[in-house]
Every structure is written in structure tokens, then in C-alpha cells.
């Protein structure tokens, strides 16, 4: 038997109260009884006043919290690229004791491609944001400045403790360890209209690129021509050295 019915059949009622309460639909639970013992008695049907739920003002209400923009006008571009003549080339230039590793000439193709398309250069000068471990360090990109110069810079930032992640630049460069796994997809950093993520394979001879932008700052054609133009430059290294 159903404990509510059960409780219900325990309560002690008139029948004209019982006939009240289902014809005003009320549960004889919530009544109260003044009659002897408890009993329900037609007065209290009569006398129920349902509790009234909370009336809310339309301004007390808090607005529906809006859609996030951020996701929409993020546009993600990958590409693979060549490293064949740029590793032949770096070994050339080792054996003649000039030494440059793949960061040097990521961050030199990074502002020649800024320079070639200045509609990707958002914050002023070009600049780029080296990111390195719980940290980043920003490199003016002045297209009169030597590869030799730009890598004497990024050494000694890698001695220096300064964290410029408050900087805002045009774009932040992440050189992640030689992997056969790539990322699909990665965020983008505050302060930067675009971030772009190189994943070399493990035999070192291609990269993957991957560059989100904010299409709010840098527009998806400019991103991909900014993309298409770092490509270029690296598979064709002997621009990046002069």
C-alpha cells in the first residue's frame, strides 16, 4: 500500500471537509485540523491559504549570461613544412663554425613574414613573444637586424630571468620538443593576436605549423597569408641569412 495513501486514510476528516479539499484540489496533508483529536473540519478547508511562491521583479532577475565571443572569432590554420634545404643549410653553416639552431631561424621567419605582411602587425612595431618555460621574452622585429644579431639576442634571454608575457606583441612562437604527435589545436595567449605552435617530427625534416589567430584583431585572409609566407621563407632559407 503507498505510505501517502496510507497517511491519508489515518487522517482523521469530516466528509464535507474531505469533499472541500478535492474539489479545491488541496492535500489533506497540508491542512490543519481544529476539531477534536486533530480533525479536519470543513472551517480549515475554507480557512487554507496556499503559500504564494516568491514574487521576483524583472530587475532583480540576472540576465542570461551572454554567449562567449572568444570562440567565434578564433580561426585556427596548420601547415606542414619542408626542412630539408633549411637543415642542409644549417649544417653548411656549422661546419664553417656559424651555429644557429631552428628557434633563430623561426624567430627571423617570423618577422619577415610580419614584414612582408604588414596587415598582421597590430601592435606597432612587429614583435614576437619567445615562449619558454613559464615565461615569455619579446624580440623587436627590425628586418635590418642579423640573423647572427637575433640569435645573440635569444641566447641571452635564455640566461635572463625577465618575463615579458604582460608585453602585448603581434604574435607568440612555441616550439614544442620533436614529437610524431602534433597539436590540433592550442590557446591562444592574452595579449597576442596570434600564437604560432612548431612541432618538428622526430626525423627532423618537416614541421608542423599551426597559428591561431583572433580574427577580431587579424582577419582569417591576413592569417593565412601570414602562414603561407613564414612557409615560404623557411623552405627557401638562404632569404632568412642575408
Not at 624580440?139 to 625577465?162: G, K, Q, W, Y
Not at 593576436?193 to 585572409?221: F, I, K, Q
Amino acid at each position: 500500500m503507498n505510505a501517502v495513501v496510507a497517511q491519508t486514510r489515518r487522517l482523521a476528516v469530516s466528509p464535507y471537509a474531505r469533499r472541500l479539499a478535492r474539489e479545491r484540489a488541496l492535500p489533506l496533508e497540508a491542512l490543519r485540523g481544529s476539531g477534536p483529536g486533530g480533525r479536519i473540519l470543513a472551517a480549515d478547508v475554507r480557512a487554507f491559504v496556499p503559500v504564494a511562491a516568491p514574487v521576483v521583479s524583472p530587475d532583480a532577475v540576472a540576465p542570461a549570461a551572454p554567449l562567449s565571443l572568444a570562440a567565434s572569432r578564433i580561426a585556427a590554420f596548420a601547415t606542414s613544412v619542408a626542412l630539408g634545404a633549411l637543415q642542409d643549410l644549417l649544417a653548411a653553416l656549422q661546419s664553417t663554425g656559424n651555429v644557429y639552431a631552428i628557434d633563430d631561424v623561426l624567430l627571423r621567419a617570423a618577422g619577415r613574414a610580419l614584414a612582408e605582411i604588414p596587415e598582421a602587425a597590430k601592435v606597432g612595431a612587429a614583435s614576437v613573444a619567445l615562449e619558454l618555460a613559464g615565461r615569455q621574452t619579446v624580440f623587436a622585429m627590425i628586418p635590418e637586424m642579423s640573423l647572427t644579431s637575433l640569435r645573440a639576442m635569444r641566447l641571452a634571454a635564455l640566461v635572463d630571468s625577465r618575463d615579458e608575457t604582460e608585453t602585448p606583441t603581434d604574435l607568440s612562437l612555441r616550439l614544442l620538443p620533436a614529437s610524431d604527435v602534433r597539436p590540433m589545436m592550442m590557446p591562444l595567449l592574452a595579449g597576442r593576436a596570434m600564437r604560432l605552435t612548431v612541432s618538428l617530427n622526430t626525423a627532423g625534416d618537416h614541421a608542423e605549423c599551426l597559428l591561431v589567430a583572433d580574427t577580431a584583431s587579424v582577419d582569417e585572409a591576413t592569417a593565412a597569408a601570414w602562414l603561407a609566407t613564414l612557409k615560404s621563407a623557411i623552405e627557401q632559407p638562404l632569404r632568412l641569412f642575408v
